[in-house]
């Protein structure tokens, strides 16, 4: 018997990422007018951001269904193995219900866990699980352990586009017109499994360092957990940049946060050009 790790895709892990770490992950669907994309699998990271980008479409996402998770505790069952199931937070997505809702006939073998996050605030909740699997915890003991440290999770991101949440209707068309005309840039973070927009500035640079002070204000990143910078679009320059123009306020720690890409689900929402940093706060 052994213990396996599942995530759905909104962790922003790539099939090869998540293959390295051997943990399954069950893709949310990404659709452009009549076409329906699997999140990793059929469309990557890159290619998403292409068509976003390419094309008047507005994508939209969809959740994982209970089936789909019944299909992968089938197979655990079969094994004889046990497992952790990490989600996207409840209340940005209904993969959470649907993974417990598949759980009734495996009851004793899955145990699902609402991470309260998305995205690298996710991917670190999924990665503690992958340590503390490899350390021999049983599924009971890493849920539990994932339960108290999911509270110690920070997200913050800057958006340098108000233009798709008023394509998916998370603000008003003027609202939208007039943050881009002044070009405001938000900054957001996950708390208690929501967004929250923390402050508004004007250009990059500004938001970028506010970001920066609203993580400086907290009681410090624990650099002996997971740790990561994520970018949104075609090239992680936004990203490089802002790790030089703030290297120092990490107290050079930036070194040890790993670089992931937004993907497909998460994106449909902030678009192109965000950043975010996501850590255990001490």
Do not use: W
């Not at 209904?94 to 598949?102: E, I, K």
């Not at 849920?143 to 920070?154: D, F, G, P, T, V």
């Not at 992680?236 to 930036?254: F, M, P, Q, T, V």
Request: aromatic share 8%.
């Amino acid at each position: 018997m052994s213990v396996r790790i599942i995530a759905d895709s909104a962790c922003d892990l790539l099939p090869e990422q998540a293959k390295s770490l051997n943990i399954e992950l069950v893709p949310l669907k990404t659709r452009f007018g009549e076409k329906e994309y699997l999140d990793g699998i059929t469309m990557n990271h890159e290619e998403f951001f292409k068509k976003l980008t390419g094309t008047d479409m507005f994508p939209t996402t969809s959740q994982i269904t209970p089936y789909e998770c019944e299909e992968v505790y089938e197979r655990i069952k079969e094994a004889g193995d046990t497992a952790v199931f990490i989600t996207i937070s409840s209340k940005l997505s209904g993969c959470y219900q649907s993974a417990c809702l598949a759980t009734q006939e495996y009851e004793d073998m899955v145990h699902v866990v609402d991470s309260e996050n998305a995205c690298v605030g996710e991917r670190l909740l999924v990665e503690l699980a992958v340590r503390l699997r490899d350390e021999g915890k049983s599924a009971v003991e890493i849920a539990e352990i994932l339960e108290e440290q999911k509270k110690r999770i920070r997200l913050y991101a800057v958006l340098d586009t108000l233009e798709y949440m008023k394509k998916g209707g998370r603000i008003s068309s003027t609202a939208a017109f007039a943050g881009n005309l002044l070009s405001i840039k938000p900054v957001i973070a996950i708390e208690d499994g929501a967004i929250t927009l923390l402050a508004k500035a004007r250009g990059n640079k500004n938001a970028n360092k506010k970001m920066t002070q609203f993580i400086q204000q907290g009681q410090g990143i624990d650099y002996d957990l997971p740790c990561c910078l994520a970018y949104s679009g075609l090239t992680e320059e936004i990203l490089d940049r802002y790790s030089a123009d703030h290297k120092e306020a990490y107290e050079d720690g930036l070194e040890q946060f790993s670089k992931s890409s937004i993907g497909c689900v998460i994106g449909t929402h902030i678009g192109p050009g965000a950043i975010a940093v996501s850590y255990f706060e001490k």
